[in-house]
Each structure stands twice: as C-alpha cells, then as structure tokens.
C-alpha cells in the first residue's frame, strides 16, 4: 500500500479528487457526472498536445511550436473546407495529419541534420509557423457561417454519453500508450532522453529518434488542428495561444522529466486533467485570471522541484553507478 502511495500517479490522482470534492463544496454542481464529462472534454485537445509533448521531451528535446502548429494547421483546414466544402471530411483530418507531420518533420530535421538545440529551432519555427498562418489567411478569420455542417458537428456528436472529441482523446491515449510501452520506437525514446551514450552503444540511432518524436509530435498537432477549429468553430491566427506552455506544464505536473527519460502516458494525461479540473473550477469559486495564472505557474514550480528531488533521491544514471560499483570491487 505505501509503494502504491509513493507512485507519482496516485498521489496526482488523489489529488485530483480532493480538489473536484473541494471544489464541490463551493459549487454543487461541480461534482456532477454531466460537469466531469465536460471537464475532460475541455481538456482533450490538451491531452493530446501533452502527450505530443511528451514524447519528445522523453528524447530530452522540447517542441515549443506545437500551438504554431495546430494554428497554421487549424487556419489552412477551414480555407479547405471553406473554398472546397464537396470535400470529404476524412481527406480534410488525413490532410491536417499531414501538414502537421510536414511542420514537426521540419523541427525534427533541424534538430537530427543540421543538430541545432531544440528549444532554438522551436523557439524559432513557433514564430514562423504563426506568420505562416497570418501570410496564408491574410489575418481574416474563417467562422462557423464559411465551414460545412459536418466539419463541425462530428467532434460534437455524442456516442454512449461522451462526444467524439472524447472518444479521440481516450483512443490517442491508449494508442500513445502502446506506442511508448511496446514498440522498439517507444523503447528507444526512454533510452535516447535517459542516457544517450549507453544507447548510442545499445545501437540507437538517437538522432533518429528524435526526428521520428518530432514528426509524431507534429502528426498530433495537426489532428488537435481539426479537433480545435470544429469544436470552435472559428479559425484565427492566434488560436490555441500559450498552449505551448500549458503543454510543457501538463507533462512536468505528470512527472515528465524535463531531462529526459522518465514520465508515463498516465502521468501526462493526468497532469493535463489537473490543470483543466484548475481551469474550470477557479472562474466558479470567483478566483480572478491573473490570481489562477499565478496558481498554475507556482503549481507548475512545486511540480518541477519535486521531480527534481526524486530523479536526485533515486539516481537516474545506472549504468554509470553500476560501473563505478564493479570498478570499486
């Protein structure tokens, strides 16, 4: 019971429940089964950005650009649909996917080829990619009124009491989840991010990895642009502003290591639920917006020296202890 208490998970899921039954208390209502619901379907484009995130940050890199992403991608969909609206919707996601995937394909090249630090070339492309997004639609918006019926309903089309952004959102999630825990990419993610030398020895092409983290990354960008423009309904240039950061902050509160190498799928998505439970329940309890941005940033702070405590406690380099324990006997 002790070690299941020290897991980073549950103690980030009890807390969870202790805040929705506070909260509770301030606003009746909050603890409904219809407000849950909605509570996680506000939070589903963030999770399946945190979990973009967090793949990469697993290689030890940082996508800062994966809002620029989902904004330039969101914008071109709804001028597809709008100048082309006998388009299928299926060719609109798939062609979201694959724009997203072209932009992540760019940051990844940049980081394996040319081996520019990764928060450089992000830092950078998340600029470009919102210009991109200003030059492509001349700063107009696309609104609900120019983008065909179905663009818009099928995120909001409820099946056995949940809508299909949800049902997205858990479907990436369990597919992440055996991305990361079984397959030789997922493998070689957690080895690239927690000791690059012994797994450039192991045969991992590390630069690799990190290309194909960035590509992903993008991939899930991109879907989230359809996810956010539909169940918006309106497309602009600074849409999904500052999800970046809230991207970063969902993984670091999950016990994503920001070094690399350490975290979990179900860290990230309840690290992701912890900031929108926050988001959705201080505006109810009168919490005005700048008090709940200094909220998220020190929870945020507390979540990062925490991680670094235990990574420190634990001690994340094996193989270099193991070695100096065989030198030493």
């Given at each position: 019971?002790?070690?299941?208490?020290?897991?980073?998970?549950?103690?980030?899921?009890?807390?969870?429940?202790?805040?929705?039954?506070?909260?509770?208390?301030?606003?009746?209502?909050?603890?409904?089964?219809?407000?849950?619901?909605?509570?996680?379907?506000?939070?589903?484009?963030?999770?399946?950005?945190?979990?973009?995130?967090?793949?990469?940050?697993?290689?030890?890199?940082?996508?800062?650009?994966?809002?620029?992403?989902?904004?330039?991608?969101?914008?071109?969909?709804?001028?597809?649909?709008?100048?082309?609206?006998?388009?299928?919707?299926?060719?609109?996601?798939?062609?979201?996917?694959?724009?997203?995937?072209?932009?992540?394909?760019?940051?990844?090249?940049?980081?394996?080829?040319?081996?520019?630090?990764?928060?450089?070339?992000?830092?950078?492309?998340?600029?470009?990619?919102?210009?991109?997004?200003?030059?492509?639609?001349?700063?107009?918006?696309?609104?609900?009124?120019?983008?065909?019926?179905?663009?818009?309903?099928?995120?909001?089309?409820?099946?056995?009491?949940?809508?299909?952004?949800?049902?997205?959102?858990?479907?990436?999630?369990?597919?992440?989840?055996?991305?990361?825990?079984?397959?030789?990419?997922?493998?070689?993610?957690?080895?690239?991010?927690?000791?690059?030398?012994?797994?450039?020895?192991?045969?991992?092409?590390?630069?690799?990895?990190k290309f194909l983290a960035f590509v992903l990354?993008?991939?899930?960008?991109?879907?989230?642009?359809?996810?956010?423009?539909?169940?918006?309904?309106?497309?602009?240039?600074?849409?999904?502003?500052?999800?970046?950061?809230?991207?970063?902050?969902?993984?670091?509160?999950?016990?994503?290591?920001?070094?690399?190498?350490?975290?979990?799928?179900?860290?990230?998505?309840?690290?992701?639920?912890?900031?929108?439970?926050?988001?959705?329940?201080?505006?109810?309890?009168?919490?005005?917006?700048?008090?709940?941005?200094?909220?998220?940033?020190?929870?945020?702070?507390?979540?990062?020296?925490?991680?670094?405590?235990?990574?420190?406690?634990?001690?994340?380099?094996?193989?270099?202890?193991?070695?100096?324990?065989?030198?030493?006997?």
């Open positions: 019971m002790a070690k299941l208490i020290r897991k980073r998970e549950t103690l980030l899921f009890a807390i969870i429940v202790v805040m929705i039954v506070v909260f509770s208390t301030r606003a009746a209502d909050f603890a409904s089964p219809e407000n849950l619901a909605g509570i996680f379907n506000d939070t589903a484009i963030l999770i399946i950005l945190a979990l973009a995130q967090m793949t990469v940050i697993l290689t030890k890199s940082i996508d800062l650009s994966v809002a620029a992403n989902l904004a330039f991608t969101g914008m071109a969909i709804a001028m597809m649909n709008a100048a082309f609206p006998g388009l299928p919707l299926i060719v609109l996601i798939l062609a979201a996917i694959v724009i997203g995937a072209a932009l992540g394909t760019i940051n990844g090249f940049l980081v394996w080829r040319l081996e520019i630090p990764p928060i450089v070339v992000t830092l950078g492309t998340l600029t470009i990619y919102r210009g991109m997004a200003f030059v492509l639609s001349g700063g107009a918006w696309v609104n609900a009124h120019q983008m065909t019926p179905i663009f818009l309903s099928v995120p909001r089309t409820p099946i056995l009491g949940l809508p299909v952004l949800s049902w997205v959102a858990i479907i990436i999630v369990a597919l992440m989840y055996m991305l990361l825990r079984y397959s030789q990419f997922g493998r070689s993610a957690y080895a690239t991010g927690g000791n690059p030398t012994a797994a450039v020895y192991a045969g991992i092409d590390t630069g690799r990895t990354s993008g991939a899930l960008a991109g879907l989230s642009s359809y996810l956010w423009v539909s169940r918006y309904a309106v497309a602009y240039v600074d849409i999904a502003n500052g999800f970046e950061l809230d991207s970063v902050a969902a993984c670091v509160i999950g016990g994503i290591s920001i070094a690399g190498g350490v975290g979990s799928v179900a860290g990230t998505v309840l690290g992701a639920l912890f900031l929108g439970v926050i988001k959705n329940a201080l505006p109810v309890i009168g919490i005005s917006p700048f008090t709940q941005m200094a909220i998220s940033g020190t929870v945020i702070i507390l979540a990062v020296v925490f991680n670094a405590r235990r990574e420190r406690n634990r001690g994340r380099i094996i193989l270099r202890d193991r070695a100096a324990a065989e030198v030493a006997a």
